[in-house]
RNA sequence: GGAGGGGUGCCCGAGUGGUUAAAGGGGACGGGCUGUAAACCCGUUGGCUUAGCCUACGUUGGUUCGAAUCCAACCCCCUCCA
């Protein structure tokens, strides 16, 4: 490819969120002669959103920084269908009540990562139920059902997928990806939105968009797909110890998303720095030829600017001062992630294990009980030899706390009240 | 509607009457080595009040001293035929 004129596409590329792109050239030269609004979709299956959309996220802010309308479109209706793509089983339908409370907390995520208002290159949000709500069907399978061909639909990645391993897909999933073409037309006529930008697994979905309106309206719109990402060695971005790496506070806190990033590969640093912070690419080139051990100061400006993006400035720093005390002096930091517990039930004693896992550290007693069998639970910093010893009050040390650790990074407080 | 094949743990996938909480692989977690990295080596991987008990191989019943394994009915998926 030749280098883009725009800022936009041309910081796309070099930062590496271009996979594929429908015409990359027009897009080009549209972008580069004013501002184009632009969109990308999202379920609203759950409150919030884990690493694994950040690459969509950070695109978008990407377009607002280069000077376009950046538009947040929350799958109100189409959640309710269910998107198979990447999917062996068939979703669990939500109520209604369950969608609005989803895409409230979504937005709030977007709220930090985005500047929303009225102006040509602010940010808005729209919900597909808006128009998919109150489609008629016949009216609709006349008007745009005609459009797509069976046919073609049956050789997606999203069906095929399904067919192949011979899970069920449903008339209802089926139609998700005609539900998603026509919300690309919507969008263009509502809102003159040319250019739909999504993971690498949407490709289906965007094009089915652009043929149909450019069936329907005769228009020319555009689409962009950013590469699935999976760490050098292979796995899926967004997993964790303990879960899925949410982008709420609520669900993963500032501290553990800091250190999530402070544990990125080596190999991946340069690229995490492209994707998931606003560095200039001449710095991020210099941290990521950092050698050697020197590579853990890039991780810990990773950590530090992607922590900034999504918990605020002053979160960031905290998680950062408290990884310092916790790794680089051993000292017990304030606020890693704390139980409180009845100083009566203490007296009584508590079985590590129970406190392990009431803490957080493990999924149930029997798990705790295998971190102790093999060495990696930890009480005060001191293994813990009995698979049944005793947490009491005496364990509270000069801080009037416990500190249990699962292994050498997981660590957890025991404030008796 | 007819004929055949199939539904196993987080995922893939063995297992056709007992030694099966279920081979093997993946993933995940822990230990070792390191740099809070990767690679590599080792261990663990249903729950509980853990030398014991409970739950589990689509669902519900049945045969048997004993069933993931045999039988029946039902549910779901796949393939071919109508």
Redesign the pocket.
């Known amino acids: 490819m030749t280098s883009p004129g725009s800022d936009f596409l041309k910081a796309a590329v070099e930062r590496g969120f271009v996979h594929q792109c429908t015409d990359e050239k027009a897009l080009d030269e549209l972008a580069s002669r004013g501002p184009i609004p632009a969109y990308i979709g999202f379920d609203a299956t759950a409150d919030s959103l884990h690493a694994g959309s950040l690459v969509p996220i950070m695109l978008l802010r990407l377009l607002q920084r280069t000077g376009h309308k950046p538009i947040v479109l929350m799958g109100g209706g189409t959640t309710k269908v269910g998107d198979p793509s990447g999917k062996?089983e068939q979703r669990q339908l939500l109520t209604d009540d369950q969608i609005d409370a989803n895409i409230r907390g979504i937005r709030r995520i977007f709220e930090n990562f985005l500047v929303f208002g009225d102006g040509p290159t602010d940010a808005a949000m729209v919900d597909n139920a808006e128009w998919l709500d109150d489609l008629q069907y016949i009216p609709f399978l006349r008007e745009y059902g005609r459009h797509f061909s069976v046919n073609r639909m049956l050789g997606f990645e999203s069906v095929k997928l399904r067919?192949e391993?011979?899970?069920?897909?449903s008339f209802l999933e089926f139609n998700y990806m005609v539900l998603q073409a026509y919300d690309f037309l919507e969008l263009s006529r509502r809102r003159n939105c040319v250019l739909q930008m999504g993971g690498s697994d949407q490709w289906g979905n965007i094009v089915a968009g652009i043929e149909l309106t450019h069936k329907c309206d005769h228009r020319q719109l555009y689409g962009l797909t950013t590469p699935l990402l999976t760490t050098?060695?292979?796995?899926k971005m967004g997993?964790?110890?303990s879960g899925a790496v949410w982008l709420n506070e609520g669900r993963l806190s500032a501290y553990d998303y800091w250190?999530y990033w402070?544990?990125?590969?080596?190999?991946d640093v340069g690229r995490f720095l492209r994707l998931f912070t606003d560095l200039p690419l001449d710095e991020i080139g210099r941290l990521e030829a950092l050698g050697?051990?020197e590579?853990?100061e890039a991780?810990k400006i990773l950590a530090g600017e992607a922590t900034k993006l999504c918990h605020g400035a002053a979160a960031a720093a905290a998680a950062a001062e408290t990884?310092?005390k916790?790794?680089?002096q051993g000292v017990i930091a304030e606020d890693l992630p704390a139980i409180a517990v009845d100083s009566g039930e203490l007296k009584a004693g508590v079985p590590a294990y129970?406190l392990i896992?009431r803490a957080g550290l493990a999924?149930?007693?029997?798990?705790a009980?295998?971190?102790i069998k093999?060495?990696?639970a930890r009480l005060n910093d001191v293994a813990i030899g009995e698979e049944?010893a005793q947490v009491t009050s005496a364990d509270i040390n000069a801080d009037g706390v416990i500190k249990l650790s699962?292994?050498?990074?997981?660590h957890a407080l025991v404030r008796p009240t």
């Open positions: 062996d067919l391993r011979e899970h069920p897909l050098s060695s292979g796995a997993k964790t110890a250190q402070r544990n990125t590969e080596d190999a050697g051990a590579i853990n991780k990884a310092r916790t790794f680089e129970e896992r999924a149930s007693n029997g798990e009980r295998r971190l093999g060495g990696g049944t699962a292994g050498k990074k997981r």
